[in-house]
């Protein structure tokens, strides 16, 4: 097994996938690792739906039903596993923000954790994750919303591996302002 920094440095999505797939119990012991994400309050508010078989095509009859069009997207047949991502809201005094972070953690680090273990893995969302037909395909409550699927399946053999270029982090990462503005704030603080 790679570090942690490896397997970050090493992901990608895999657009293309074979018809292979991690059995439930793979996947399972992976689940269980995904949900230790950072949670305030311990709340769980996620869960995941595993589509496979004829539930990948009840999606497409769903997703085609969104845009108002006939028979079955195709889409959902691109990977032979499907990880519906849920974000199920809980009544606490946590925000329903922070809720859904919670889901989107546990929705990556499982991408991360199935790709370190040799799975293909996208992530794929789309204005229909939103749509009533949908969310009722998947049997969604009153509190939840998908926020996607993970396409899962095997790593097809390639000739070469395109890399992500790499982040250049002082693009993105800066210290907290400095200032008269901040200065006139740090002094509205200390009355």
């Known amino acids: 097994m790679s ?3 490896e397997a970050v440095r090493s992901r990608r999505s895999w657009s293309k996938v074979t ?41 497409g009859r769903a997703i085609n039903k969104a845009a108002g069009q006939k028979g079955a997207s195709s889409k959902p047949m691109r990977a032979p596993l499907l990880i519906a991502i849920v974000a199920s809201y809980r ?19 499982l991408s991360l954790l ?16 939103r749509s009533k037909a ?8 009153k509190d939840e919303e998908l926020l996607g699927w993970l396409y899962v399946g095997g790593k097809p053999p390639t ?3 395109a890399r992500r270029k790499a982040v250049d982090a002082r ?9 008269k503005k ?6 509205t603080d200390a009355d």
């Open 3 to 5: 570090t942690t920094l």
């Open 19 to 59: 018809d292979v797939a991690p059995t439930r119990a793979e996947i399972e012991v992976l689940v269980s690792a995904a949900g230790r994400v950072a949670d305030h309050s311990s709340l769980r508010p996620w869960r995941l739906i595993e589509l496979r078989g004829d539930d990948r095509e009840r999606l």
């Open 91 to 109: 009544k606490s005094k946590v925000a329903r923000w922070e809720q859904e972070a919670v889901a989107s953690g546990v929705a990556h680090m």
């Open 114 to 129: 199935l790709d370190d273990a040799g799975w293909g893995v996208l992530w794929r969302t789309g204005d229909y994750t």
């Open 134 to 141: 949908v969310a009722k395909a998947h049997g969604l409550e």
């Open 159 to 161: 000739r070469k591996i």
């Open 171 to 179: 693009r993105h990462l800066s210290r907290m302002p400095r200032g």
């Open 182 to 187: 901040a200065d006139e704030l740090d002094a």
